[in-house]
């Protein structure tokens, strides 16, 4: 367990990544099977993920991102899109799934079909895109800790333009929302930000024991 919290001390938000070095394609698959394992609420997955290695692409995403160069230099680029409204398709589909997966009854799940449904589909749009971009930073958190075991280097971003990721990725036609993004990658042994001590609060002031 202290071997995870020492690369949990060695992670940090890279700033600058050395551009020359890929993730390789086995360790990008277990990044992105860390992600699709992620818990979700009811475990309905509300999200799907991107991995954009374009490079024209990278460049307007970059544009819409306040020129961060993480966005060009990482290895690769994860966007996280989430669902920002679903209806009753989005529940059967999990149900077809889990009948499938499982060897179930459609009978033997209505209970669970008629909770997620009476709970979730009178919500208002608003709550429904925010639930399901809740999801997704779970699967952001997952990921980064995940990189951080294999010693490949990330940087969660919020600092960008939604509605210019979703169209340039096209993402508002396939009903999807750009939740958060993640630069994957390796650090450049110049980047400054790598040396500088974590600023967090103490135990005592973050943690209460009842
Ligand atoms: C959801 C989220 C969004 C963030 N967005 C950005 C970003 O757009 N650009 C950036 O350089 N860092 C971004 N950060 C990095 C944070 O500033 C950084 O994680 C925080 O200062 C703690 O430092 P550490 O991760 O290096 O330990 C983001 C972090 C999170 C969790």
């Keep these: 367990?202290?071997?995870?919290?020492?690369?949990?001390?060695?992670?940090?938000?890279?700033?600058k990544f050395d551009h020359?070095?890929?993730?390789?394609?086995?360790?990008?698959?277990?990044?992105?099977?860390?992600?699709?394992?992620?818990?979700?609420?009811?475990?309905l997955q509300p999200y799907h993920f991107y991995v954009i290695e374009e490079a024209n692409i990278r460049t307007k995403l970059k544009k819409a991102s306040f020129d961060q160069p993480q966005i060009?230099?990482?290895?690769?680029?994860?966007?996280?899109?989430n669902k920002p409204t679903f209806d009753a398709t989005m529940i059967d589909d999990y149900i077809a799934n889990i009948m499938?997966?499982?060897?179930?009854?459609?009978?033997?799940?209505?209970?669970?079909?008629?909770?997620?449904k009476s709970t979730l589909l009178d919500q208002a749009d608003t709550f429904k895109g925010?639930?399901?971009?809740?999801?997704?930073?779970?699967?952001?958190?997952?990921?980064?800790?995940?990189?951080?075991?294999?010693?490949?280097?990330?940087?969660?971003?919020e600092g960008f333009d939604k509605a210019q990721y979703n169209e340039i990725l096209g993402l508002t036609d396939k009903g999807l929302n750009t939740a958060v993004v993640l630069a994957v990658g390796?650090?450049?042994?110049?980047?400054a930000t790598q040396n500088y001590p974590k600023v967090r609060y103490s135990k005592e002031q973050i943690i209460t024991h009842i």
């Design 186 to 191: 390796y650090r450049s042994a110049d980047d």
């Design 72 to 81: 060009t230099d990482a290895s690769h680029l994860l966007v996280l899109a």
């Design 130 to 157: 925010s639930w399901t971009s809740n999801q997704a930073y779970i699967v952001l958190g997952n990921l980064m800790t995940v990189a951080a075991e294999m010693k490949i280097d990330t940087c969660p971003m």
């Design 20 to 43: 020359s070095k890929k993730v390789s394609s086995e360790n990008l698959k277990i990044l992105l099977e860390a992600a699709r394992l992620t818990a979700s609420s009811y475990g």
């Design 1 to 15: 367990m202290k071997a995870l919290l020492n690369k949990l001390n060695w992670r940090y938000a890279t700033k």
């Design 100 to 116: 499938a997966v499982r060897g179930l009854s459609k009978d033997d799940l209505l209970g669970f079909s008629q909770t997620m």
